[in-house]
Structures are given as C-alpha cells and as structure tokens.
Nanobody, 124 residues
C-alpha cells in the first residue's frame, strides 16, 4: 500500500505564491505518473498538473499553465507544485495522486492512490 501526504497549503493573498509538497511512503514506490488535482466547494475535482516519474515530462491544466510548475524528487519519493500568481479561483483543496500504469494523466479515475488533501485559500 502507498500513502501520500500533502503539505504546504494555507492562506495567501491574490498574486502570491505557495509551494505544495507530497511525500509518498509504503511499498516500493515506482508510479507511472504523479498528479495534482483540486476540488473547490461545490465543484468537481479537476486536473491541475502531472509529471511522468521516469522522465519528468509534465502536463498542465489550461487554467494553471504558465503559473504553476510541477516537479519531482525521485530519491525522496516526493512531488511538488509551485503555484505563482495565485487568484481567488485557485481556492480549493489540493490533492496529490499516484498513477500506477500508462494511460491518460488527466483523468482522476486513472489514479490509484490519493492523499488526504491540503487547503489552499487565496484572498482577493
């Protein structure tokens, strides 16, 4: 079993930055990809970003392109999400997820393991 633990959420003013971290533990960890999703109150969980574990290729949702950066540290079994130029629409619970096999990195049903989520609140 794999456990994912997010950290780094909080309250930030519009235009500010936050860096989320996700640490994986458990059995030998070698996912196909790691992703970040978010869910705002009353809305569906949506794709934010993903990174392929082997070669670091990255993918982003349209609403965060150019503002967010996903990265990984394979040695630490960790993935990060640097969020810049935050606005009120970025307010949500952010979830880290691990995808075991090849397939779409955009679809939440493709991910086998999920963290508990971390709240990000952007004040305008």
């Amino acid at each position: 079993q794999v456990q994912l633990v997010e950290s780094g959420g909080g309250l930030v003013q519009a235009g500010g930055s936050l860096r989320l971290s996700c640490a994986a533990s458990g059995r030998t960890f070698s996912p196909y990809a790691m992703g970040w999703f978010r869910q705002a109150l009353g809305r569906e969980r949506e794709f934010v970003a993903a990174i392929l574990w082997s070669d670091g290729i990255t993918y982003y949702g349209d609403s965060v392109k150019g503002r967010f950066t996903i990265s990984r540290d394979n040695a630490k079994n960790s993935v990060y999400l640097q969020m810049n130029s935050l606005n009120a629409e970025d307010t949500a619970v952010y979830y880290c997820a691990a995808k075991r096999f090849r397939g779409s990195v955009y679809a939440k049903y493709e991910y086998s393991y999920w963290g508990q989520g971390t709240q990000v609140t952007v004040s305008s």
